[in-house]
């Protein structure tokens, strides 16, 4: 596994092996809206990205660029040292795709949907690739069963092994267990890992930050640029001031006091307190403390806590909107 | 390539044959549309209400009346001696014609003099009228007594070719048979590429290597199938139920019926590329296929005396090519010496359009 840059973000960082997939200064302009507005990105043989942001961040643009789905508006994408769309074709046969969309044939069954993409693909003896799939995703007991009456998380697994068959290189998963409970997230998860433990190159969007964990580096995206690129344990230490734990009671009046603390941002519910984050990184307890119990607040707790990647991720997002920066 | 459309096309056939409530309609609708239509739509004039008013009472006014009425065109509903109520029978439409007998027919044709009958139309429906009219000269000629016709020094001898009888159905069941294949091959199409789009499949389909081409080819073989076994019982239900006989080859019918067929499934995956929903594809497929087909194919206007620029227009409707061919080969009998052009301009037009689909397809694909 290749070591992800220190900081973020990654433009230039030498790596030892040309990149997999890359984009620079890419651009995506839908008439006026701009999708994304110059985004860089690096994935290396047999790392796992996670790709996170809200809703409208770039996301799924990113991803069909890679996957030859959309042509760039300006900037250079490529794919194995290729350009991607004027070579979408020949790359589309050494990538996969999973798109957010349940996106096969619901009135057709696991095995004719398998059948029909093995074709298109030109699988040679898919029936035995399909077998190994479906059997290493538990679907073998169900590959005569239509597509529309599996359950949600066994459609994604069909959609898995589908876009598995022509035994790609890369993979691109666009928010693949969004809806699936989470015992088959788990499993599915789980069939990532071996999958990247095969040699698989993924690239996964995902709006869950427990997902972007297991990732071995994370791409905070927003509003079509990357705010952050680094392994999730070190994005969390881009996270501005840092995050204490509070409680007491009667809980009301703790509420309405944090909310006139200067030092304090981002107040946020947390068990049976709540997690705010302060502008200084080393906070003084003791004035907050104090603070608090003027207010005729009973403090439980008032200690620093490690910040989650969540917090990081409201803070990083929430930042741009108070104070306009540049490009990060 | 093969693979690809053939993959494509055995999906096709998967998805109609779960779905066999649309395959039912996109095989039976034909038929069940031509019966509808074919015992509807007749411009043979029968059963005319007909009053007669009967002034004479002679036996020259009978044999006439007798004749009137064994034709097999006229039904008596009114017979009296007097003109008053005529008005009225034809204002409430309780009679459609009537003929008035002066009361010296009898007198004059014993004393071979000239005379005449008078016959009253009701007029506002011209095209009815216009036949009954014919009808009923052909009969007062041919009851007439040899001394009057006399007058006449040159006859027309008429001889009617390929349909003596000019039975309408014999003219109109051709065109209906293109009508119905019209809008049924690309109803059958308009919605096979946008039910992708709708469902989301289409962006699975966009991440393999498969083309435009063999997507459309292999969207449209299975619908020409269907189409083509519809189009087969249409013709075999014409031939039992309306008299069209089949007196061209089987071989050379059903080549131009393919390429006919061929181009309104092409229309269809046209509209389909460029529609968003399955209810525009439909209502744009049913619109644009409906109404050139019936108004400017020649199927019941003719061609010939419409205004010019609208006689161009009618060179973009596939039917109009497909009609003449289909006249030829089913009535006439005649071999591709009589309608080589038409089946040249359908290939044409067919092509033309899968290509402009495919061309569409190919930007968004």
New interface residues.
């Given amino acids: 596994m290749t070591a992800a840059p220190p900081t973020a973000p990654l433009p230039t960082a030498p790596a030892p092996e040309a990149a997999v997939a890359a984009l620079q200064s890419v651009e995506l302009a839908y008439g006026t809206v701009r999708a994304l507005r110059g985004i860089d990105l690096e994935v290396h043989r047999g790392e796992a990205v996670g790709l996170i942001g809200p809703d409208g961040a770039g996301k799924t643009s990113t991803l069909r660029i890679l996957?030859?789905?959309q042509r760039p508006t300006a900037g250079e994408a490529r794919l194995f040292q290729l350009p991607i769309w004027p070579n979408r074709?020949?790359l589309?046969?050494r990538?996969g795709?999973l798109?957010q969309?349940?996106?096969?044939?619901?009135?057709?069954t696991v095995e004719?949907n398998i059948?029909?993409?093995a074709?298109?693909?030109?699988v040679a003896n898919w029936r035995l690739r399909a077998e190994a799939l479906l059997e290493r995703v538990g679907l073998l007991p169900f590959r005569h069963r239509?597509a529309d009456q599996l359950s949600g998380g066994m459609k994604q697994k069909l959609a898995l092994v589908?876009?598995l068959l022509h035994s790609p290189e890369i993979l691109l998963l666009d928010e693949p267990t969004a809806g699936v409970d989470p015992v088959t997230r788990r499993e599915f998860w789980r069939l990532l890992a071996d999958l990247l433990a095969e040699g698989l190159t993924l690239l996964v969007a995902t709006p869950y930050l427990d997902e972007a964990e297991r990732c071995t580096r994370v791409l905070l995206l927003h509003s079509g640029r990357v705010l952050a690129d680094a392994p999730p344990r070190r994005l969390r230490s881009l996270l501005p001031g840092s995050i204490v734990e509070i409680s007491g009671s009667p809980r009301q009046t703790l509420r309405a006091a944090l909310a006139t603390l200067p030092q304090l941002q981002d107040v946020q519910p947390f068990a049976a307190g709540y997690h705010a984050r302060t502008t200084d990184p080393t906070p003084d307890l003791e004035a907050i403390s104090r603070a608090l119990t003027a207010a005729g607040v009973t403090v439980h707790t008032c200690k620093p806590v490690p910040a989650s990647l969540e917090d990081t991720f409201l803070a990083l997002t929430a930042t741009p909107r108070r104070a306009p920066q540049g490009d990060p | 390539m093969i693979?690809?459309t053939?993959?494509?096309a055995?999906?096709e056939f998967?998805?109609l044959r779960?779905?066999w409530r649309t395959s039912l309609a996109l095989l039976g609708m034909p038929m069940v549309l031509l019966l509808i239509y074919g015992f509807a739509l007749s411009f043979d004039v029968q059963h005319i209400r007909l009053a007669v008013v009967d002034r004479d009472g002679s036996r020259a006014s009978r044999d006439l009346l007798a004749s009137f009425l064994s034709s097999g065109y006229f039904d008596l509903t009114d017979f009296r001696r007097d003109l008053s109520h005529l008005p009225h029978a034809f204002d409430s439409e309780e009679i459609q014609a009537a003929l008035v007998i002066p009361s010296d027919l009898g007198a004059a044709l014993a004393a071979g003099r000239q005379t005449s009958v008078q016959f009253l139309l009701d007029g506002s429906d011209s095209l009815t009228a216009t036949t009954i009219l014919g009808t009923a000269r052909q009969i007062v000629a041919a009851t007439s007594p040899p001394l009057v016709l006399d007058t006449a020094p040159v006859q027309a001898r008429v001889l009617v070719a390929y349909n003596p009888d000019l039975l309408s159905s014999r003219f109109l069941v051709p065109g209906l048979l293109a009508f119905i294949l019209m809008v049924t091959s690309v109803i059958a199409t308009a919605l096979a590429v946008v039910r992708e789009k709708e469902?989301?499949?289409?962006?699975?389909?966009?991440?393999?290597?498969?083309l435009a081409v063999e997507l459309l080819l292999g969207k449209t073989l299975p619908y020409l199938l269907v189409a083509a076994t519809a189009a087969a019982g249409s013709l075999t239900l014409a031939r039992a139920l309306f008299d069209v006989p089949i007196r061209g080859s089987l071989l050379w019918l059903a080549g131009v019926t393919l390429l006919f067929l061929a181009g309104g499934l092409a229309w269809g995956v046209l509209i389909s590329t460029l529609a968003d929903s399955q209810q525009v594809a439909f209502q744009v497929g049913l619109l644009s296929s409906m109404l050139p087909t019936l108004l400017l194919s020649g199927f019941i206007f003719p061609i010939s005396s419409m205004p010019k620029a609208i006689q161009v227009v009618t060179n973009l409707v596939p039917a109009r090519y497909f009609l003449v061919a289909l006249r030829s080969i089913v009535l006439k009998g005649t071999g591709p010496s009589g309608w080589w052009v038409q089946a040249v301009a359908l290939a044409v037009f067919a092509g033309v359009v899968l290509a402009l689909a495919t061309a569409r397809t190919v930007r968004s694909l």
């Fill in positions: 996957a030859g789905l074709r020949r589309q046969r990538l795709y798109a969309r349940f996106a096969l044939y619901g009135d057709l004719e059948r029909f993409f074709l298109l693909l030109g239509l589908c876009s | 693979r690809r053939l993959a494509i055995v999906k998967l998805h779960r779905d469902r989301g499949t289409v962006e699975s389909l966009r991440a393999t290597p498969v």
